[in-house]
Nanobody
Framework: QVQLAESGGGLVQAGGSLRLSCAVS????????VGWFRQAAGKEREFVGP????????YYADSVKGRFTISRDDAKNAVYLQMNSLKPEDTAVYFC????????????????WGQGTQVTVSS
């Protein structure tokens, strides 16, 4: 089991950028795949993208592809979500989650979650 804590959320104008951080502690971080999700008010939790224990991030949701980038720093036990060209529809609570499994696209694939950080994009 690992513990995760997101930070870096806030209010930004459309077209701006934010970088979210996910601090990971507990069991050996390098064996986990970490995923980013987001949940807008009144909507289901949406998968943004994963990053594997090798540092590869080969999948992004169509809604963020080309604008968001996921990276990890094992020395700091951290995963990052760089968000550029933000749109009002990116407004949501953003979560990071960890899994040791091979499936990674749905919330039920993840057993450990952070508390979330709010991102609000104004038009």
């Amino acid at each position: 089991q690992v513990q995760l804590a997101e930070s870096g959320g806030g209010l930004v104008q459309a077209g701006g950028s934010l970088r979210l951080s996910c601090a990971v502690s507990g069991r050996i971080f390098s064996y986990y795949r970490v995923g980013w999700f987001r949940q807008a008010a009144g909507k289901e939790r949406e998968f943004v993208g994963p990053i594997s224990w090798t540092g590869a991030s080969t999948y992004y949701a169509d809604s963020v592809k080309g604008r968001f980038t996921i990276s990890r720093d094992d020395a700091k036990n951290a995963v990052y979500l760089q968000m550029n060209s933000l749109k009002p529809e990116d407004t949501a609570v953003y979560f990071c989650a960890a899994t040791q499994g091979t499936s990674y696209r749905t919330p039920t694939d993840y057993g450990d979650w952070g508390q979330g950080t709010q991102v609000t994009v104004s038009s």
